[in-house]
Structures are given as structure tokens and as C-alpha cells.
């Protein structure tokens, strides 16, 4: 199973597209694209923020950035998808 960051960058390679590239492209900083797809998530600000530069990368890359969003969702330390259990409660 492939992480959001190979997604990437297996886009990004076959585009044979640099991160200096993406990053004047998507005014994302380098840094934060080089740690997106080494999956650093200590290195990246907060979900929300990543995960918009994840989206910006793969529309850049012509990946899907619903499939980009889902790999990032997944692969994102501490993010609990609901359960049934959870749900009900909350009726």
C-alpha cells in the first residue's frame, strides 16, 4: 500500500517535475513538499494546512487530489476516523 508522499512523488517523477518547480508553482515552500512526500508529519503544520499543500501538489503533479487527500487522511498521525459506536452516541 502506497503512502501519500510515494503517490506523490511517483506523480511527480513521472511528470519529471523538480520541487523547486512545484514550489514556485504552488507558492508551497520546499520544505514542506520534500516532508510531504518523506511522510516528516513532525516537519508539516497542522492537518488542515498539509492537507491542502497535499491537494495543491497533486493538481501540480496531475494526481488525483481526492485519492492525495484519502492517502493523507489515512496515513496522518492521530487522526481517529469515527466509529458506529461514536456516531450513536452523539444522537
Given at each position: 500500500?502506497?503512502t501519500v508522499?510515494?503517490?506523490l512523488k511517483?506523480?511527480?517523477?513521472t511528470?519529471n ?24 508529519w ?7 494546512t498539509?492537507q491542502?499543500?497535499?491537494r ?6 496531475g494526481?488525483?487530489?481526492?485519492v492525495a487527500?484519502?492517502l493523507?487522511?489515512?496515513?496522518f498521525?492521530?487522526?481517529v476516523?469515527?466509529?458506529?459506536s461514536s456516531?450513536m452516541?452523539?444522537s
Open positions: 500500500m502506497k508522499g510515494q503517490f511517483e506523480a511527480r517523477t511528470k517535475m523538480s520541487l523547486p518547480s512545484i514550489s514556485r508553482t504552488t507558492r508551497i515552500k520546499e520544505k514542506f513538499l520534500l516532508n510531504i512526500e518523506s511522510c516528516n513532525s516537519a508539516l503544520p497542522p492537518f488542515t498539509t491542502g499543500f497535499t495543491s501538489f497533486a493538481k501540480v503533479v494526481a488525483d487530489p481526492e487527500a484519502a493523507l487522511r489515512r496515513d498521525p492521530g487522526l476516523a469515527p466509529t458506529r456516531e452516541s452523539l
